[in-house]
């Protein structure tokens, strides 16, 4: 069943400008994680942050963790022609079930 | 060296075939996993094993086997192709708490 949902759908800015998606979930959760997909391809892991971190950093990205309000955000700061594609945010809820995915944002940077 | 590996990258047959989807890891994880991304780009786990063990079993069609003769390899078996079996097919890996690897995909089209 789908745990996150990502907010908005679709998303286009120009080349610069920050990107920020958002990401809600149900359950409690062990980690969530983010990965982008670009037309045609596969998944590729971007980041992951746990239950017990708020913020967390890897290059222009920058991943939020709310537990409480049960919801993650993704900025991309100076987004690049490069960096469109659809983003996914996945969890792994508590014990060993596999990652769940909300339904992804696409991004469109224009350049 | 491609981490996760899977073959065909495209498959068009028609319905009522019996078709295999071949997926390999060269990471020495533990865990794979088969996804199923349907046209809205939804991503729904079908399959989950770990060191050859089947762990998870979505409500998936019996229609669909996998096999695990060894912890790198996971394949996928498709009898009695149906229209709506059309999808792309992910395999992936993962190794304890970490981000998933992800295969290139397998786009099937059942005619």
């Known amino acids: 069943s789908q745990q996150g949902e990502e907010d908005p759908q679709a998303l286009s800015i120009q080349e610069g400008e920050n990107a920020t998606m958002n990401c809600s979930y149900k359950?409690?959760?062990?980690?969530l994680q983010w990965y982008r997909q670009n037309s045609g391809r596969g998944l590729v892991h971007l980041i992951l942050?746990?239950?017990?971190?708020r913020e967390k950093h890897s290059g222009r990205l920058r991943v939020t963790l709310d537990t409480s309000k049960k919801s993650s955000s993704l900025l991309i700061t100076a987004s690049r022609a490069a960096d469109t594609a659809s983003y996914f945010c996945?969890?792994?809820?508590?014990?060993?079930?596999?990652?769940?995915f909300g339904k992804g944002t696409r991004l469109s940077v224009i350049a | 060296d491609t981490a996760v590996s899977q073959t065909p990258k495209y498959l068009v047959t028609q319905m009522g075939n019996d078709k295999s989807i071949k997926c390999e890891q060269n990471?020495?994880?533990?865990?794979m996993y088969w996804y199923k991304q349907d046209s809205k780009k939804f991503l729904k786990i079908m399959f989950s094993?770990?060191?050859?063990?089947?762990?998870i079993n979505e409500t998936v069609p019996n229609r669909f086997s996998p096999k695990s003769p060894d912890k790198a390899h996971l394949n996928l078996h498709i009898n009695s192709l149906e229209l709506g079996d059309s999808a792309v097919y992910f395999c992936?890996?993962?190794?304890?708490?970490?981000?998933?690897?992800f295969g290139s995909g397998t786009r099937l089209t059942v005619v």
């Open positions: 992936a890996s993962s190794q304890a708490d970490s981000g998933y690897t």
């Open positions: 359950t409690s959760i062990n980690n």
């Open positions: 942050i746990r239950s017990n971190e």
């Open positions: 996945a969890t792994i809820p508590d014990g060993n079930t596999p990652l769940v």
């Open positions: 990471l020495g994880h533990d865990t």
């Open positions: 094993y770990n060191n050859k063990e089947l762990i």
